[in-house]
């Protein structure tokens, strides 16, 4: 027995009409013999319907709390969707989290699965043909519910593909794939027809929205194939696969940005052992992700340190570094909300030399100043002023041809 799971975000339930689209992307799996699981989101606004009135009741609502309320969002979806398939003579029952059960860590609004019970939905297939799985909750081992963070449909539909070894996990959206780089910011956008999962990972961890970073992670793992298309329309979208040498042919794939950045310098701290470990053990404790850090050549036993840190975390940053300032030496500790991260993407530069000094010469090219660098094997990233990000997305994007198709027959599909 086949089995496809199909995930439908917020837009793609927004109403009866909306529902009845998705419907038909069901029926299709179904006439060719495939049972279904279908993860729905809340329909479109209602999380931040939910996030507002809990705000009205309380300053601080307890982040327990605030999952039993924000669970009943993809509840409502979950029902009336199973309502409207056994509506047209389609046997379906839905399913929450805890039903099923989706057990979790007791992470409070940012939890990870840990395992889920595939035994049970199993047997739920020997008498329904779609089971509606209400996404983003679970529950932990004392069963009080959980959520997954923005985004975690996404990772509930992967992780049910993974343990039940399903044909191919279908996340829909409202847009058509995964693009060379935002394509309402440069019209000459291109969607892929594959995209390798580390590609994706970098992507998504600078701010591509397409889909949440740890279902990502969750497809890397065990080999999820995901394809992520519209709701809308019946064209075929993007393949995330394992990457193959036609991928690693093509030198960049895309190029991503980050607006959510703030950067933070420590002035003329000591230059000694342990100075770097007594900044980020208490941001690690406090659960802050440091992303690009610079420090400056030493002076006279004093030196700077820069890193960014995403901006809802500055000011915990601030009061953190404040704590500790007199004991670092530091003499100033300057902040930066003025600034983002554009980054050239693709499993293509573990083989190829180069890619820094077209996209360094292109960024030059437009007088666009580059504040710090960082790189990984597969991504090169530069911190610019916020008000050149949109130029050098498309500069960049122009630099590497990404417009074009790859000439490997192979990479296009």
């Known amino acids: 027995m086949d089995i496809v799971v199909q995930k439908f975000g917020g837009s793609s339930v927004a109403n009866l009409e909306c529902m009845r689209k998705v419907m038909a992307k069901v029926k299709e799996p179904l006439e060719q013999g495939s049972r279904l699981v279908v993860v729905l989101s809340a329909m479109a606004g209602e999380t931040d319907r939910l996030i507002a009135l809990a705000e009205e009741w309380s300053q ?6 605030m999952d039993v309320l924000l669970t009943t969002g993809e509840q409502v979806s979950a029902s009336l969707f199973a309502m409207l398939l056994q509506a047209n003579h389609i046997r379906a029952r839905s399913l929450l989290g805890f039903q099923i059960p989706i057990h979790t860590d007791p992470s409070f609004g940012t939890a990870r699965i840990l395992d889920i019970d595939q035994a049970a939905l199993r047997e739920h297939f020997k008498k329904y043909e779609v089971l509606v799985v209400a996404g983003f909750q679970g529950c932990d081992i004392n069963h009080n519910l959980t959520t997954l963070g923005r985004g975690g449909s996404d990772t509930s539909a992967v992780a049910l593909a993974a343990v039940l070894q399903a044909k191919v996990c279908e996340i829909y959206t409202d847009v058509d794939g995964v693009y060379t780089t935002d394509p309402n910011i440069c019209s000459q956008a291109r969607k892929l027809s594959r995209i390798a999962y580390d590609e994706m990972l970098e992507m998504a961890s600078m701010g591509a929205k397409v889909l949440q970073i740890r279902s990502v992670e969750f497809a890397k793992k065990y080999n999820v194939p995901v394809h992520v298309r519209s709701t809308f329309n019946t064209e075929p979208g993007t ?9 690693e042919s093509v030198l960049v794939s895309g190029v991503a940005y980050d607006k959510n950045q703030a950067r933070i310098t420590l002035v003329d701290v000591f230059d000694e052992p342990g100075i770097a470990a007594s900044v980020f053990e208490p941001m690690a404790t406090a659960g802050i992700v440091v992303d690009m ?3 400056n050549p030493s002076r006279e036993g004093r030196t700077d340190i820069t890193f960014t840190v995403s901006k809802g975390d500055l000011e915990r940053s601030k009061r953190l570094i404040e704590n500790i300032q007199s004991d670092l030496g530091a003499r100033g500790v300057f902040t930066d909300t003025h600034v983002s991260k554009v980054s050239v993407i693709g499993v293509g530069m573990r083989n190829h030399s180069g890619v820094a000094a077209i996209a360094f010469k ?4 437009e007088d666009i100043n580059i504040l710090i660098i960082s790189t990984s094997e597969i991504k090169i990233s530069c911190l610019i002023e ?6 050098a997305v498309r500069t960049l994007h122009e630099a590497f041809g990404l417009e074009k198709e790859p000439e490997s027959a192979e990479f296009s599909r």
């Open 293 to 295: 850090i610079v420090q």
């Open 362 to 365: 292109a960024l030059q090219a």
């Open 386 to 391: 916020d008000k050149y990000t949109e130029l």
């Open 239 to 247: 393949l995330l696969v394992q990457e193959d040498m036609a991928m």
């Open 60 to 65: 601080n609502p307890p982040p327990a709390e």
